[in-house]
């Protein structure tokens, strides 16, 4: 072999050598590797699953839109807090913003749900205290930001830090359809208010949102209990029940199999309220707040009986009945 040979020889066994020692640092370092995503990926799964110390969270939602969830959320988050809890109420609605109007804030809006999401202000420069009611907060959505920046760990974010902050209750104002933001708004809740009007359109997009409650939300994929779901009928109207006109409360009920959180009626009041920004609960003397009443006291475990179901009597009615 010549001198050139050998040093050939010796290089090429040197390379090998580090090849050979190499190799199993590579290989080391692809284990390590993959670890810390699993690790991640545990300490991810980890922080979904903690639950929060005292935050309980209520969705309204509906699937089909225009059947009062934004009323419901504003006068249900008012009974709440009127009852002494530390109350939240989140506008998932980005583009809309409703829920400040009427909860009679609007003009104090500043920051909104997507600024806090993406840092540009603290949440509770964010948060609206409301006029009405102590312990009462309010959310507003962002009018101008697109849908995608409300993303699943920004929504986590604010919770928590509600939950830090020693909220007790956040009421989030669903938006309408099965979509991206309706599925953001329902996928942390521990209870759903599934708003529905007495009408078979209604009632068939509740009955799909009910199937995406146990399918689709963190309870549904953490195999924790369900998400207690529990219906609201709204906009009833008992005289046109009677003409068949309208679904009743019974065949909602057969149709969705939900326990019944309430019946709202049909009432001119509702409108009223909204276009002064007092929330329909604060009105005392209408039936449609009354029964909002009811339904808050049902939501935080009190039976009451069921108002505003059947037709009210006119005056001949009321002369020829004891
Ligand atoms: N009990 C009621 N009586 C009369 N009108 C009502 C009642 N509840 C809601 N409304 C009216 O129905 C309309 C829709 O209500 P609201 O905005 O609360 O619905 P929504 O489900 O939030 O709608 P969206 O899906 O567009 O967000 C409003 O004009 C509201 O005043
Ligand atoms: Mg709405």
Excluded: W
Aim: with cysteine; glycine share 6%; aromatic share 6%.
């Amino acid at each position: 072999m010549s001198e050139q040979e050998v040093k050939k020889e010796n290089q090429a066994a040197e390379e090998q050598k580090d090849t050979l020692i190499l190799e199993p640092v590579l290989e080391k370092a692809e284990e390590t590797k993959e670890d810390d995503t699993k690790a991640e990926n545990v300490d991810e799964k980890n922080k979904t699953m903690e639950p929060f110390k005292n935050l309980h969270v209520i969705v309204v939602t509906s699937g089909k839109g225009g059947v009062g969830k934004t009323t419901s959320s504003a006068a249900i988050a008012t009974g709440i807090a009127r009852k002494g809890f530390k109350t939240a109420v989140l506008d998932f609605d980005v583009g809309l913003r409703n829920l400040d109007l009427i909860m009679g804030c609007e003009r104090r809006v500043v920051y909104d749900f997507i600024n806090v999401i993406q840092g540009e202000a603290k949440l509770n420069q964010a948060l609206i205290k409301d006029r009405h009611v102590n312990n009462l907060y309010v959310l507003p959505a962002s009018q101008t930001k697109d849908k995608e920046a409300l993303t699943k760990d920004g929504v986590e974010k604010v919770f928590r830090e509600l939950d830090e902050m020693n909220f007790e209750y956040v009421v989030c104002d669903s938006p309408a359809g099965i979509e991206d933001g309706a599925l953001k708004a329902l996928y942390f809740a521990d209870e759903a208010i599934v708003t529905t009007n007495p009408e078979v359109s209604s009632v068939r997009d509740s009955d799909r949102i009910i199937g995406i409650l146990n399918a689709k939300s963190r309870r549904s994929e953490l195999e924790l209990e369900p998400v207690a779901a529990k219906l609201l009928l709204t906009r009833y109207v008992p005289s046109r029940v009677k003409k068949s006109e309208m679904l009743s409360v019974e065949d909602v009920q057969e149709l969705l199999t939900i326990p019944l959180l309430g019946v709202i009626p049909e009432s001119t009041d509702v409108l009223k309220a909204s276009n002064s920004g007092n929330p329909i609960i604060l009105n005392e003397e209408s039936d449609a707040g009354q029964a909002y009443e009811d339904a808050v006291e049902r939501l935080l475990g009190n039976e009451v009986p069921l108002r505003f179901v059947t037709e009210k009597k006119g005056f001949f009615g009321k002369l020829f009945t004891k």
